[in-house]
């Protein structure tokens, strides 16, 4: 199972597992980790799962798509260049320890 690191604001780590093809949005709310909100569920409609990827992981993702794109201008963190909402990031083997900061905020 590939590992997620989750950065707080604060600097505060948390790992999680997370099976292939779960969402780095998903394995946070089920976990019940403070700083993904994920008010749409992961359809991709509220910008409330709003993360930073650090590198070399954000080269590794696909590119964002047009609505991906669009939500990010209506995050309530200043998006970044390697702003992605986690519900657009599927895990898979090759993502095991990647690395993710929340924003201070996401409403």
Same mark, same amino acid.
């Given at each position: 199972?590939?590992?997620? !690191?989750?950065i707080?604001?604060?600097? %505060?780590?948390?790992?999680?597992?997370?099976?292939?093809? %779960?969402?780095?949005?998903?394995?946070?709310?089920?976990?019940?980790?403070? =700083?993904? /909100?994920?008010?749409?569920? =992961?359809?991709?409609?509220?910008?409330?799962? !709003?993360?930073?990827?650090?590198?070399?992981?954000? &080269?590794?993702?696909?590119?964002?798509?047009?609505?991906?794109?669009?939500?990010?201008?209506? &995050?309530?963190?200043?998006?970044?260049?390697t702003?992605?909402?986690?519900?657009?990031? /599927?895990?898979?083997?090759?993502?095991?320890?990647?690395?993710? !900061?929340?924003?201070? &905020?996401?409403?």
């Amino acid at each position: 199972m590939p590992t997620i !690191h989750y950065i707080s604001a604060d600097g %505060t780590r948390t790992d999680l597992s997370a099976d292939v093809g %779960t969402s780095v949005m998903q394995a946070a709310l089920v976990r019940g980790l403070t =700083g993904i /909100n994920g008010d749409c569920g =992961g359809a991709c409609q509220c910008a409330t799962c !709003h993360v930073f990827i650090d590198e070399p992981w954000a &080269s590794m993702l696909p590119p964002r798509d047009d609505m991906e794109d669009a939500m990010l201008d209506s &995050s309530a963190a200043p998006r970044r260049e390697t702003s992605r909402l986690s519900c657009c990031i /599927n895990m898979t083997a090759e993502l095991d320890g990647i690395v993710v !900061h929340l924003p201070a &905020s996401q409403v």
